[in-house]
């Protein structure tokens, strides 16, 4: 029998792509206790992932604490059993502490760039410029990666999301206690239809059973103001049924161009204990984004526009100056062309009036995680959605009725969606049976209007004012709608198995039953260009048997090896007209020829890990291979409001990749860590099209899958001296295509952001205000502090086959960012 020690040594294993990656402050590391992977307990979320041991779990033994024990602020409170437990060997959970190095309200998909093999990109500092993000994991794109809260599903991360919301928009990242993250398979049991590159679980924060109150205050450049207020009731009776609400607000101007960001969010959180391991959850968020976006870029504009061309409201003139362009664009008298932009090879349309982005959320559900006997737990959710959206752009290609060279555009699209997942867990001898179901109805509008803009004249005498794409009122015509209904079905089964105390085995499979019908309610052949788009018809996916197997060894101390190997199928999209990579987004005609021979995105996943950990150094080395068939991409050409795309099956994609990184503790305080990730993602065919000229062939086989680079590295470090601490993170990101055939590439760049933290919490509790404030900070960031140009996000208007193409995203320039936070 293995001593007490290399027990010890053994299952902190699971911590060491953690350590290595998260870069978490060090206090926090060391707080953190690990339980035996694979071991069954009512405080594991995921076989072999880490358990914050403090106060505020949702567990009895939590509740027995010393009333006067402190809870720190970036504590993992909620370490409860969601529905969809997974023994998922390559699961890396980062936590609160990996998200308070950035920036307040900063988006926290943007912490997992902290992961090797995770890109995430976005226009602006935070990330929360919905239009402008993107989110890539070994080569696939964040619609094709499962992400979930609490075990509800987020859905299919297009910006319109036809069947979910950003999790941003779903969460305050201040009540978010840990991600886990999936780079491989993903759990069987999680709630997504489109987890073909895995999966990101969020888990939100429970209530704190001793009352209080958090406040953060943060400034920035930009006229930044970002404000989080939360309240926690504490327990409220013997029981220890406890509640938060919070409120988060965030106003910024726009880095370029004219006008600003706001956005502010509600959440809110009860908790109410049944007997000693059961417990009711429930959980609501509010969100209300008003944006404007920045412009789209293509390679041309990067090279001869210069860094800072955007839309034109907000700005001096700015009317004038778009409706001249406009006017320019059709050669009519009174156009002009901007100085700035004689050299850009379509001036027309490097910058427009308007583009602006509007949504309100409502998300929540209510969860009973209850221990029906000592060996079978039973957990389920219902949940509910309700989701309005608009997105505006003054488009230059048609003519307002009064004759303005222009009309405002505005793609509407509301969802209605709810559902039910249920599951059971049985242990019986070293078995762990876990099987469940999980049903989705949603509703989704895609809806497309103009507006008329007024006569520059009559707006520079005062007797008129251009669109407010946030003030919408009364269109002049409805250019597309469809309505979509979807059912959703999964079921799943699986166990995790333990022959011996250090070896765990893992079988499981899903069922997949989607469908989709569409109607379609309007239709302008002045914007579609068609006499029908698609309406009365409907798309069943059927994946009866998805299996999964994996496993894992812990040998000698410190030492861990696992393998994983699974089948998976993301069901056919849903999007409106040109709305994105789905069968439903062109006209009835080109859905007709092809609907015969639909088929889903399927992949093949393998992988293999090895893992060291040690009190002075972590190591892990991570490879996987991919068979992916029936990619689906959306292919785009024309002008980026109103393009010409085609939805096309680019055939098959073949991925082999290598993650490999350490971290290194040599001295108390200080943490190093590097990474390197190397992903060889082709296309195994070349691609055809028949058009009026005859049949072209596209030279895209051997090519890099468009958007992700071959390499990435990344660094981290965090230095702890006293009552102060620094960290700082840096990503080279490689160069990326833009075009199917590699002829048009985006250049790599490197990233870097810096930030200091002062632990004001010794000097404020001296003397008569002791025990007052539990934790007080102050923070200092510097984003981007190279003052690097780049290109971040790619694809948002889709990508084309060879050439440029308006549609990539430049990320922000240095920007600075102050904050003070107090727990009370």
């Known amino acids: 029998m293995k001593s007490r020690r290399a027990r010890q040594l053994a299952t902190t294993t699971a911590l060491a792509v953690y350590s290595m990656l998260g870069v978490d402050r060090l206090a926090h590391a060391q707080s953190t206790q690990v339980v035996q992977p694979g071991q069954t307990s009512h405080k594991v979320a995921q076989a072999g992932q880490p358990v914050a041991a403090v106060a505020g779990q949702g567990s009895a033994n939590s509740r027995k604490k010393a009333p006067s024990e402190a809870v720190e602020a970036t504590s993992v409170e909620n370490v409860g059993v969601q529905a969809q437990r997974q023994a998922n060997w390559v699961v890396t959970p980062v936590t609160a502490a990996t998200i308070a190095n950035y920036v307040p309200g900063t988006n926290a998909l943007k912490a997992l760039t902290t992961l090797p093999g995770v890109m995430y990109n976005s226009a602006d500092p935070q990330g929360l410029n919905l239009w402008g993000q993107s989110f890539l994991m070994h080569g696939f794109d964040q619609t094709q990666i499962g992400m979930t809260l609490d075990g509800m599903p987020l859905g299919n991360q297009f910006w319109s999301n036809s069947n979910g919301l950003s999790p941003s928009a779903a969460i305050s990242s201040e009540n ?105 959850t429930a959980f609501f968020n509010y969100a209300d984004e008003q944006m404007q976006n920045y412009q789209d870029y293509n390679m041309n504009m990067f090279r001869h526009g210069g860094y800072y061309i955007d839309n034109l409201a907000g700005t001096p003139n700015g009317y004038e100056t778009a409706y001249r362009l406009a006017l320019a664009s059709k050669g009519l008298p009174g156009g002009a062309v901007p100085a700035a932009y004689q050299k850009l090879s379509n001036p027309y349309n490097a910058s427009f009036y308007d583009g602006a982005g509007n949504q309100r959320q409502y998300f929540g559900g209510v969860n009973a995680d209850l221990a029906l006997t000592s060996r079978l737990r039973w957990s389920s959710t219902f949940y509910g959605h309700r989701s309005w959206e608009v997105g505006t752009v003054t488009s230059p290609l048609i003519a307002s009725p009064n004759g303005a060279p222009f009309v405002e555009q505005a793609t509407m699209p509301s969802t209605n969606r709810f559902g039910l997942l249920s599951s059971l867990t049985y242990n019986i001898a070293h078995n762990e049976i876990n099987g469940g179901i999980w049903y989705e109805n949603t509703k989704f509008t895609a809806d497309k209007r103009a507006y008329e803009e007024p006569l520059l004249e009559d707006v520079l005498s005062g007797a008129a004012n251009p669109i407010d794409g946030m003030n919408l009122t009364s269109p002049y015509q409805t250019e597309y709608k469809q309505v979509f209904n979807t059912n959703t079905f999964v079921a799943y089964l699986q166990d995790t198995y333990h022959p011996l105390s250090n070896v765990a085995l893992h079988f499981g499979f899903r069922s997949v039953l989607n469908n989709t019908r569409v109607s379609e309610v309007a239709n302008w052949e002045t914007y579609t260009r068609t006499n029908a788009i698609v309406g009365g018809s409907g798309i069943t996916t059927s994946k009866p048997f998805l299996p999964h197997i994996s496993g894992e060894w812990s040998f000698l101390p410190g030492h861990q090896l696992y393998f994983d190997i699974a089948n998976n199928v ?255």
């Open 570 to 824: 993301k069901v056919l999209p849903v999007a409106g007209y040109n709305g994105g990579a789905s069968p439903f987004a062109t006209t009835q005609a080109a859905f007709n020829a092809s609907v015969g021979n639909l088929t889903s995105e399927t992949d093949w996943n393998y992988a293999i890990g090895y893992r060291y950990n040690s009190h002075f150094i972590s190591g892990n080395v991570y490879a996987y291979h991919t068979d992916f068939s029936n990619r689906l991409q959306q292919i785009s050409s024309g002008s980026p409001n109103n393009p010409y795309t085609a939805i096309r099956n680019v055939g098959g994609v073949t991925m082999n990749g290598v993650d490999a990184g350490f971290v290194l503790r040599p001295v108390k305080g200080l943490q190093l860590a590097s990474s390197i990730s190397y992903d060889h993602a082709t296309y195994s065919d070349n691609v055809t099209s028949t058009t009026t000229a005859g049949i072209i062939t596209y030279p895209v086989k051997g090519q890099q899958v468009v958007a992700y680079p071959r390499l990435m590295y990344k660094g981290q470090l965090s230095y702890r001296w006293r009552d102060a601490e620094l960290h700082a993170d840096t990503q080279f990101i490689g160069q990326r295509n833009l075009s199917y055939t590699g002829d048009e590439k985006v250049p790599s760049y490197w990233l870097t952001n810096v930030g200091v933290r002062y632990d004001l919490t010794p000097l404020l509790n001296r003397g008569t205000a002791a025990g007052i404030i539990k934790n007080a900070s102050l923070v200092f960031n510097v984003y981007n502090i190279t003052n690097e140009h780049y290109i971040a996000t790619m694809g948002q208007n889709g990508f084309p086959m060879q050439g440029d193409y308006q549609s990539v995203v430049l990320g922000a320039p240095r920007q600075y960012f102050g904050s003070i936070q107090a727990d009370f």
């Open 176 to 280: 978010i206690a840990r991600m886990e993250v999936s780079a491989s398979a993903g759990s069987e049991g999680a709630a997504s239809t489109s987890n073909l590159g895995g999966t990101v679980q969020f888990v939100s924060r429970d209530p704190s059973h001793k009352a209080g109150g958090t406040v953060r205050q943060t400034f920035g450049s930009n006229s930044m103001f970002h404000t989080f207020v939360r309240a926690d009731s504490g327990d409220l009776n013997q029981q220890g049924t406890r509640f938060y609400v919070s409120y988060m607000r965030n106003d910024t101007d726009k880095w370029r161009g004219g006008q600003d960001q706001f956005m502010q969010q509600i959440n809110a959180k009860l908790l109410h204990p049944i007997g000693e391991h059961s417990k009711l």
